[in-house]
């Protein structure tokens, strides 16, 4: 079975720029998780979808960023603009719903922004 | 105060040795607790599942202590691919499965 699934793998970026990330969530999973990893503030949660819905959003930093899931199988983390401090790696993972399961984390992008 | 807290490391320790690694967290009505490990670079991956008062799978042991707010993980006769970091993580408040993941502690074992 694949993974979790996201693109591009690696980003570099200008300031000011916008940014696409994009995940696939394993077939079956109805909760998606978008995280950000930077060394001084480690592994963060931004957003949690669950069935497709926004659940949670508040560690979404501020209006910059946004996030959709227009169907079971696709999401998406979009900056705009982007600026420098928005450099680290974004996870999406994804888990079954009911009880507590594994969340399983995609590869990764890792995002630079010059 | 952190929500969770790790020793950052890193952990250099030979082949064989014995391992461990302390997390505190500081929401007490935290129930299910969980130990990930990242290698460099990587994903994070689930290690261990902690519940009760504490889980064994080979060799590794995690234990937790809800009065002092302590998870502890366990490595005993340590691998070269043992080496990474080890994220601990309560399932926070909310309703849902959300991980509330502490800063790592790296381990490093070398031959």
Redesign the interface.
Known sequence: DAGVIQSPRHEVTEMGQEVTLRCKPISGHNSLFWYRQTMMRGLELLIYFNNNVPIDDSGMPEDRFSAKMPNASFSTLKIQPSEPRDSAVYFCASQTSGGYNEQFFGPGTRLTVL | RKEVEQDPGPFNVPEGATVAFNCTYSNSASQ?FFWYRQDCR?????LM?VYSSGNEDGRFTAQLNRASQYISLLIRDSKLSDSATY?CAP?GP?G?????????TRLAVHP
């Open positions: 299910s990587k994903e994070p991956k689930l599942s994220l399932l909310g849902y499965n959300k991980l509330i993941f502490g800063a790592g």
